[in-house]
């Protein structure tokens, strides 16, 4: 560690006491601001009161360090020598644990006698445990870094004498201003890129649900953007002054005055609470600070959800402004203007209309946005030509929004529905209409949605981004091959898709179902736009069963007629499968970057297929049974081919044979040469044998751990298959369950081994497959692999404050064969196998399960009958299985796993 010093003319010797006198002060600076900001003091009056208390901190050690030193060195110091705040520091806005940054100027002429005092006033400074960012160098040295280093040119744009000669630092302020006039397009665009790149690292929107508040879309550092290319093109990086050079609104300054004060006093509270530079609002200080702050749960909210929406408003709101500052301000080359005008072209006798823009002749632009119906044609000739507006018509249409009638013409509303017919650019452009509050003025159901956030650690993203990202990703259709993109370009009224799309989630922050109050919403908007009776029915229909597809696809058992027969029935028609099938891969593609998976959009692709056999009229029965003997036709050469296998060949019967004695939907979910594999398997195997398999995907990141058995092993084989998985650290993502007529056990789980963050190596599949088989085979038992892995004597990380409560719903009626288990529970390392040990207890045998796991969310299905392979029918039993799996459950999250 760093040492402080003291005397010696040339430099300062160790002095233990002084060290800790800094470091109380330090900690001074930090009560002063804590008492401070628990007084109600604004968050700009804690980072100013923390500056100030810093700035007088910094001088007290450089004149300490000053005095060591002689009169003549002294002078040479302070006359050829300075100390400048840059960046945060020279804004005067620094956070408890904010980073100081320095620079320590100084005319060449005195190198030898001002680095060494600057070391050592940068060394007691780290001794005082301020962390600081520091050079020391000349004003031709710091004009050379700023031309190489976007970050280092950023902070000097905002920098701060503390100390030292005033002629010298105006000297360096002199000469950036003259480089910056001389390359302001090259100055300017490096602001810009070297921004966008940090919120590439950060987020790639607004509206993320754990944002860093600092350089995330949206944060503070989209202010510091405006005040450094205000400096750029004005000179001045004060937002104040801005306005007054009518760089910026009124409106606009005021809002990010109350954005900044906003993030400002959250800023603080992080750092207080984490004791360090904290940056990022995680979930549990959103739950920390919305109870701190007085926000309370109502009727349809929770407080954090109303403090979220509170945080994003702002930060939308500092984007916004930011971006349009960006754009309406960016210089351009004479050669870039040129080139601009060249390839400018006329429409409609006013617009113009570029490569990448749209734009109105100015003396026209005010007439153009007095009308909705003329904004909407506007964003209409957009869509056609695949552009976006020029910022100054953008401006200009946000202003005038406001003041628009709320009451839609019929050309407006023929103008909308034209707009949302397009394909391949609806979603940017339904993304510039609602950032402008055009979409809002058109359809008054999605103002709730702004900023509005679900806290259930499922979605990434706000309600309103979530949905503007699932119309862009029904765009991504247009052109991608395969069932979504064959079923997107069948459909002939995508209007009522895009709209379908629009309000989805336009139920969600109300008290009831989100589905049933979007439902209503859209009839609403349909009267509003005046649709057909057919076209509201469809409308209706689509945001009402929005959640079914996934649900039935992802979580039944789409092997059975009976499930895919009920399904298409609730559907209706072809008309209407193809929207919700689009809907559907577009809305989990919309959740996050990791929702969507192959293995989705194939169980998906799977039913679509299945019930779009149905509504034509052909029986599902029929297709299986023609599948069936498609797959034997594929299994049988395989079985023969020379090297595989011994003994008398396989014929067609003998391999309908085993073929009967199979579950059908093991059959019709394992490829044929999977199927061929276990057939072979099966030959050789005995009563005392588990052969186990473990394949790597490295498309889905996933491993598919394989088991074959005889049910002579004993009872329990799944539970006790989840169960070591668990202890293995898996995260499981689904399980088909399979016993044979004649006893035969085929279980498979694809798993995410959370121990490996890329390809598993072979020893870690060996591991687990001996695992798995030491404890099927009883030489070892699950109860020991979780207290030798100690996986539950570490603390999980899970949410604190309101959450779902248990709940487990028993469905006899989609399926003839089986009776449905559903089990809705807070997810935590170990809860499947307590699920799957006590259907176990209860005498049950699972056939079937699917794993639904979103984050701190779980819903399992179990499809399961008794031991003798009959569906339960009693109901004093069912009403026993469903509490006494509650009751497990509930126990499992207070005490944990009892081994």
């Known amino acids: 560690?760093?040492?402080?010093?003291?005397?010696?003319?040339?430099?300062?010797?160790?002095?233990?006491?002084?060290?800790?006198?800094?470091?109380?002060?330090?900690?001074?600076?930090?009560?002063?601001?804590?008492?401070?900001?628990?007084?109600?003091?604004?968050?700009?009056?804690?980072?100013?009161?923390?500056?100030?208390?810093?700035?007088?901190?910094?001088?007290?050690?450089?004149?300490?360090?000053?005095?060591?030193?002689?009169?003549?060195?002294?002078?040479?110091?302070?006359?050829?020598?300075?100390?400048?705040?840059?960046?945060?520091?020279?804004?005067?806005?620094?956070?408890?644990?904010?980073?100081?940054?320095?620079?320590?100027?100084?005319?060449?002429?005195?190198?030898?006698?001002?680095?060494?005092?600057?070391?050592?006033?940068?060394?007691?400074?780290?001794?005082?445990?301020?962390?600081?960012?520091?050079?020391?160098?000349?004003?031709?040295?710091?004009?050379?870094?700023?031309?190489?280093?976007?970050?280092?040119?950023?902070?000097?744009?905002?920098?701060?004498?503390?100390?030292?000669?005033?002629?010298?630092?105006?000297?360096?302020?002199?000469?950036?201003?003259?480089?910056?006039?001389?390359?302001?397009?090259?100055?300017?665009?490096?602001?810009?890129?070297?921004?966008?790149?940090?919120?590439?690292?950060?987020?790639?929107?607004?509206?993320?649900?754990?944002?860093?508040?600092?350089?995330?879309?949206?944060?503070?550092?989209?202010?510091?953007?405006?005040?450094?290319?205000?400096?750029?093109?004005?000179?001045?990086?004060?937002i104040d002054l801005l306005r007054r050079q009518d760089a910026l609104t009124l409106e606009d300054a005021q809002t990010l005055q109350a954005a900044v004060e906003f993030l400002t006093r959250i800023r603080i509270d992080l750092h207080f609470s984490a004791g360090t530079a904290s940056e990022v609002l995680s979930w549990p200080e959103q739950l920390r600070l919305a109870q701190s702050l007085g926000y309370r749960d109502n009727e349809s909210q929770r407080d954090v959800e109303q403090f979220m929406q509170t945080y994003f408003r702002h930060s939308t709101a500092i984007a916004d402004i930011s971006a349009r500052f960006v754009a309406r301000h960016e210089p351009h080359t004479r050669v870039k203007r040129l080139w601009k005008s060249l390839f400018r072209r006329r429409s409609n006798g006013i617009f113009l209309v570029t490569k990448h823009e749209l734009d109105v002749l100015p003396r026209y632009r005010e007439s153009v946005c007095q009308r909705l119906e003329d904004v909407l044609k506007v964003y209409e000739l957009a869509a056609t030509h695949g552009v976006s507006l020029s910022p100054l018509l953008v401006e200009t249409i946000k202003r005038v929004v406001p003041e628009l009638p709320d009451d839609l013409s019929p050309e407006s509303i023929k103008t909308f529905l034209t707009i949302l017919s397009c394909s391949g650019r609806v979603g940017p452009v339904l993304r510039d209409m609602y950032n402008t509050g055009v979409l809002e003025k058109v359809l008054p159901a999605f103002a709730h949605t702004r900023c509005l956030i679900q806290f259930n650690q499922y979605h990434s993203y706000t309600v309103d981004e979530h949905t503007l990202r699932v119309v862009e990703a029904a765009d991504a259709l247009a052109t991608k091959p395969g069932a979504f993109g064959d079923a997107y370009g069948e459909i002939r009224h995508k209007e009522i898709l895009h709209l379908a799309m629009l309000l989805h989630d336009a139920g969600k922050g109300f008290s009831g179902d989100h589905s049933d109050v979007g439902r209503r919403i859209a009839g609403d908007m349909a009267n509003r736009l005046r649709l057909s009776a057919h076209q509201r029915d469809l409308?209706?229909?689509?945001?009402?069963?929005?959640?079914?597809?996934?649900?039935?696809?992802?979580?039944?058992?789409?092997?059975?007629?009976?499930?895919?027969?009920?399904?298409?029935?609730?559907?209706?028609?072809?008309?209407?499968?193809?929207?919700?099938?689009?809907?559907?891969?577009?809305?989990?593609?919309?959740?996050?970057?990791?929702?969507?998976?192959?293995?989705?959009?194939?169980?998906?692709?799977?039913?679509?297929?299945?019930?779009?056999?149905?509504?034509?009229?052909?029986?599902?029965?029929?297709?299986?049974?023609?599948?069936?003997?498609?797959?034997?036709?594929?299994?049988?050469?395989?079985?023969?081919?020379?090297?595989?296998?011994?003994?008398?060949?396989?014929?067609?019967?003998?391999?309908?044979?085993?073929?009967?004695?199979?579950?059908?939907?093991?059959?019709?979910s394992t490829p044929a040469s999977q199927i061929a594999a276990d057939l072979r398997h099966i030959q050789k195997l005995n009563a005392e044998q588990v052969i186990v398999e473990g394949r790597y995907d490295a498309t889905s990141k996933t491993v598919e751990y394989r088991v074959l058995t005889l049910d002579t092993i004993g009872s329990g084989c799944f539970s006790k298959m989840a169960g070591t998985l668990a202890a293995k650290r898996m995260q499981i993502l689904s399980a088909t369950i399979s016993t044979s007529t004649g006893g035969i056990v085929i279980d498979s789980f694809r798993v995410v081994d959370t121990d490996h963050a890329k390809t598993i190596p072979e020893f870690r599949l060996d591991e687990v497959k001996s695992a798995i088989r030491d404890v099927l085979l009883g030489r070892d038992n699950v109860e020991s692999l979780f207290r030798r892995s100690s996986r539950f004597t570490v603390p999980v990380p899970v949410l604190t404050g309101r959450r779902e409560a248990t709940r487990v719903a028993i469905d006899n009626d989609s399926s003839v064969q089986f009776t449905i288990i559903d089990v809705f529970a807070h997810d935590r390392p170990g809860l499947l196998y307590t699920i799957t040990a006590c259907l176990r207890d209860l005498g049950l045998s699972v056939s079937l399960a699917k794993i639904g796991t979103n984050r701190d969310q779980v819903l399992d299905v179990f499809y399961v009958t008794d031991r003798g392979g009959a569906k339960l029918l009693a109901e004093s039993r069912l009403d026993s299985i469903q509490r006494t799996l509650v009751e497990r459950i509930e126990e499992f999250e207070r005490n944990g796993f009892a081994a």
């Open 539 to 668: 409308l209706m229909f689509l945001v009402h069963k929005h959640l079914n597809m996934s649900h039935v696809a992802l979580l039944h058992n789409i092997d059975d007629d009976d499930e895919v027969l009920n399904f298409a029935r609730d559907v209706g028609s072809p008309e209407y499968l193809r929207m919700l099938f689009v809907l559907t891969a577009a809305d989990i593609q919309g959740v996050g970057p990791n929702a969507w998976t192959d293995w989705k959009g194939l169980f998906l692709t799977q039913l679509y297929e299945r019930a779009m056999l149905a509504l034509s009229g052909e029986d599902p029965h029929t297709h299986d049974a023609e599948r069936l003997t498609r797959l034997r036709a594929e299994v049988l050469p395989i079985l023969n081919s020379p090297g595989n296998g011994s003994g008398e060949p396989w014929t067609d019967e003998s391999l309908a044979r085993y073929f009967d004695t199979f579950a059908r939907h093991y059959l019709l």
């Open 1 to 238: 560690m760093p040492t402080a010093l003291t005397s010696s003319p040339d430099r300062m010797e160790p002095d233990l006491s002084r060290m800790a006198e800094w470091r109380a002060k330090l900690d001074s600076i930090r009560q002063q601001a804590r008492g401070s900001y628990q007084s109600g003091a604004s968050g700009l009056q804690v980072a100013s009161l923390i500056s100030q208390s810093m700035d007088d901190f910094i001088l007290e050690i450089y004149r300490e360090a000053l005095q060591h030193r002689t009169a003549a060195q002294r002078t040479t110091i302070e006359e050829h020598g300075a100390v400048i705040a840059i960046g945060g520091s020279g804004r005067g806005e620094m956070a408890p644990y904010s980073d100081v940054d320095l620079l320590f100027l100084h005319r060449p002429n005195c190198r030898r006698v001002f680095e060494p005092f600057a070391g050592d006033v940068i060394r007691n400074l780290g001794d005082a445990w301020i962390s600081l960012g520091h050079s020391t160098r000349t004003i031709g040295n710091a004009l050379e870094m700023a031309a190489a280093e976007p970050q280092f040119l950023t902070a000097l744009l905002e920098a701060r004498l503390l100390a030292g000669n005033q002629r010298l630092f105006v000297s360096l302020q002199h000469k950036l201003r003259r480089y910056v006039h001389r390359r302001q397009s090259s100055v300017f665009a490096k602001c810009v890129k070297s921004r966008e790149e940090e919120r590439a690292k950060f987020g790639a929107t607004v509206r993320q649900l754990e944002p860093e508040i600092k350089r995330s879309p949206g944060g503070l550092r989209d202010v510091h953007l405006i005040r450094w290319t205000g400096f750029v093109r004005f000179g001045t990086s004060d």
